[in-house]
């Protein structure tokens, strides 16, 4: 398998392999941070809401008398309105967080094929030409170039190479 007189081995393939399933393992262990966070982030909030019901005056916690009728009304629309601008505001980090969580587990998913494809190429294949053909099938099939903002793909060098 030459191209420009640049010969790859199985090896320098297989390597290829590792490195590509380590990189997503690392984009996998960044999003789960992330993730952590804003799951930290709607937690707070919820804590604080129910901090915020459980001291309103409707609440059980306090004995006040409720407001007076000519104030009772704005003040009431003011709190519904703000509680569903908070409910609005969790439903969207909840979503965000969702999303985040199914994009790590597609990054998981890639990284450990990855990984399955370099054990392998490194067991069952001897020729270059063969483990580059299998790497471009499993890349194209996997849609592996839009996992990688930074770094081109085999499937991207060949397709390249090829115009």
């Known amino acids: 398998m030459s191209d420009d007189g640049v010969t790859l081995s199985v090896t320098e393939l297989v390597e ?19 993730t952590d966070e804003l799951l930290d982030e709607i937690d707070e909030e919820i804590a604080e809401l129910r901090t915020r019901m459980g001291a309103h ?3 059980p916690e306090t004995p006040e008398p409720a407001a007076s009728p000519s104030t009772a009304g704005s003040d009431d629309a003011d709190e519904v309105a703000e509680l569903e601008a908070i409910e609005s505001d969790l439903e969207e980090k909840q979503a965000r967080a969702e999303a985040k969580q199914a994009r790590m587990a597609a990054f998981q998913d890639l990284s450990e094929a990855y990984a399955e494809l370099a054990a392998e190429l490194d067991a069952s294949v001897d020729d270059g030409q063969e483990a580059l053909g299998r790497i471009v099938r499993f890349e194209r099939d996997r849609d592996a170039p839009a996992y990688f903002d930074e770094r081109s793909t085999v499937l991207e060098a060949v397709a390249e190479s090829n115009e």
């Open 57 to 59: 005056p409707s609440g």
């Open 16 to 34: 290829y392999c590792q490195t590509q399933a380590a990189l997503l393992a690392g984009r996998t262990e960044t999003i789960g941070a992330e």
